[in-house]
Structures are given as C-alpha cells and as structure tokens.
T-cell receptor, first 112, second 116 residues
C-alpha cells in the first residue's frame, strides 16, 4: 500500500527566507503528485500538480520537483511571506487507483 | 471552473445523534466521489469511495454501518455518521474527479464535526 511521508513535520522561518519541503512515497507507480495547502480548519487548495512524466512544475514563487524513480518530491518556496503560513500536504494517485494518498503534512510558520 | 460544494461546514451535535454531510458537484457529473477524514495532527485518510448507482467501497477499518454513503445522483453524494460519538469528531472532506480525467480532483471545503 502506498505510504507518503513528509519531512519536516513543522518548520518555522523568518520572512524572506527560501525553504524546501520534502515528500517521499513508497510506490513509484504513480499517475501524478500534487501539493496542497490547508489553512486551519479549512479545505484544500491545490498548488501544483506534477504528472508522472514531468520533473517539475512552477507557479509564482512555488516550484515542485518530482523524482519518481526515487520516490521523492520537493516543494520550494521562494521569498517566504507570513501569508504562506499553513500546512502543506503532498498527495499521489497510484496507478490503478483513483483516490489520493496524502502525506502527513508540514506545518509552516513564516515569522514577520 | 469545476466546483464541489460541501455542506455543512461545521456541525456540533450531541452523542448518539446522526449527522448528514452533503457533497455536490456543481457544474460537472461525478460518478465517483471520495470521502476523506482527518483527525487532529494527522493526514487525510480515505474512508470510502462513493459510486453513483451502486454500493460504496469502504477502506479497511471503516464501519460501513456507521458511515452510510448514498450516491443517488450524478451530482450528489451524502455521508451520514450514524449514532455519532466523541471519537467521530473529525474533519471530513469530499472530492470528485472530473469525468475522464482522474488526475484532476476537486475538493469540497470540508466539514468540521464535533460530537459532545
């Protein structure tokens, strides 16, 4: 069964710093990997989606990479802002399944 | 763009009562919807897959008689937590994939259930 792990579980950085969030998954047979943002008590906001054939996706200050063979993905956030404070989740869709397998999340706090 | 509406967003109820959560796809048809649950400080975990016109598929450890799922139309799935207890307090969220594009899923805003 697919297992998704995120490191670190929590991260606190001063405003303006660049940071990297890590995600690993055990079954490399995936359709895609997504990064989400979750604000406290709220739903999910999709940030980036990387297809299994792609190696990275960029959106504004966010860049996500995917190394399917090693089962790893990173989310790079440039010039962090207090508004980036949230929990970031990565999730994969495994080949043959339709549902998402979520990681445990990284709680990010950006200090003004 | 495609939208999934989930209602209610927050429920506080007494132990023993039943709670119904609705998930609607507003501008597309969803033959499949997914129900996830998230306990505090844990990740979202799939509970069940709701299939229009047929029985839902439950993940291991999820009681089908406690979490009743009905997917009676192509735009509506409901999750009923029967005889809720404090340990059922959680964040419940649904998602629906676009037809023919399972890579793309849209999520509801979630329901925070608190059972007293």
């Amino acid at each position: 069964k697919q297992e998704v792990t995120q490191i670190p579980a929590a991260l606190s950085v001063p405003e303006g710093e660049n940071l990297v969030l890590n995600c690993s998954f055990t079954d490399s047979a995936i359709y895609n990997l997504q990064w989400f943002r979750q604000d406290p008590g709220k739903g999910l906001t999709s940030l980036l989606l990387i297809q299994s054939s792609q190696r990275e996706q960029t959106s504004g200050r966010l860049n996500a990479s995917l190394d399917k063979s090693s089962g790893r993905s990173t989310l790079y956030i440039a010039a962090s802002q207090p508004g980036d404070s949230a929990t970031y989740l990565c999730a994969v869709i495994t080949s043959g399944a339709n549902n998402l397998f979520f990681g445990t999340g990284t709680r990010l706090t950006v200090i003004p | 763009g495609a939208v999934v509406s989930q209602h209610p967003s927050r429920v506080i109820c007494k132990s023993g009562t039943s709670v119904k959560i609705e998930c609607r796809s507003l501008d597309f048809q969803a033959t499949t919807m997914f129900w996830y649950r998230q306990f505090p400080k844990q990740s979202l975990m799939l509970m069940a897959t709701s299939n229009e016109g047929s029985k839902a598929t439950y993940e291991q450890g999820v009681e089908k008689d406690k979490f009743l799922i009905n997917h009676a139309s192509l735009t509506l799935s409901t999750l009923t937590v029967t005889s809720a207890h404090p340990e059922d307090s959680s964040f419940y969220i649904c998602s629906a994939p676009l037809p023919g594009a399972k890579n793309i899923q849209y999520f509801g805003a979630g329901t925070r259930l608190s059972v007293l």
